[in-house]
């Protein structure tokens, strides 16, 4: 999850910036309209029309300010992710991330062989110590309570 945000704040990064552009232009463009300016043969627009284009134009100014928000927010971690510490964490993480894989496939794909026991030569004298060895500790882990 964390590569996925890092690699992400890049992509998010340019695509506010080019949208912070196009509200801008497109707040220019209608700005010129509004005024008349760059059209011509076309009287200046009347009151509904005005009324139209300034809606458009509150609108460009909206997308432009939440683009300009969303710039700010992303900044920190874009600058973070595109610096040379971020991008040798980024790939250290990558590293992690491939050795976990590789892990979980070992374990999906093991087998389990039933194994010989009682292979160990008999000794009575060191089987019984063994045992009171495994008693003393059992009794030494039991709870007073």
């Given amino acids: 999850m964390v590569i ?3 690699e992400q704040a890049g992509k998010d990064n340019a695509w506010y910036q080019e949208r912070f552009k196009d509200a801008e232009r497109e707040g220019c463009n209608l700005s010129h309209e ?3 300016h760059g059209i011509t043969n076309k009287p200046l627009p ?3 029309e005005r009324a139209v284009i300034a809606t458009k134009w509150q609108n460009a100014l909206l997308a432009r300010r939440a683009a300009k928000d969303n710039i700010a927010l992303n900044q920190p971690l874009y600058e973070f992710a595109d610096s040379e510490f971020g991008k040798q964490a980024l790939n250290k993480l ?3 991330l ?3 894989r590789k892990a979980e496939s070992d374990m999906e794909n ?3 062989f039933k194994r010989q026991t009682d292979i160990a030569p008999k000794n009575p004298d060191l089987e019984k110590n063994l045992n ?3 008693n003393d500790w059992k009794r030494s882990t039991q709870s007073k309570y």
Avoid: D, M
């Fill in 4 to 6: 996925y945000i890092l």
């Fill in 34 to 36: 509004i005024l008349g």
């Fill in 46 to 48: 009347k009151y509904k």
């Fill in 94 to 96: 990558r590293q992690i």
């Fill in 98 to 100: 491939g050795k976990i």
């Fill in 110 to 112: 093991r087998v389990y």
């Fill in 132 to 134: 009171n060895l495994i």
